[in-house]
């Protein structure tokens, strides 16, 4: 149930897009990419 609530939450189209949260989740994002691919080159290379 809980889910199913968040799968229709995620799929609805929010109707006040907060501009600056989705900055900060691409921002997030790219950051923790950023470390993961030192992260593995730091391992292994």
Request: aromatic share 8%.
């Amino acid at each position: 149930m809980i889910a199913d609530q968040m799968n229709a939450a995620s799929l609805a189209p929010p109707v006040t897009p907060n501009r600056r949260l989705r900055n900060w989740i691409i921002l997030a994002n790219v950051a923790a990419w950023a470390l993961i691919i030192l992260a593995i080159r730091l391992i292994f290379f």
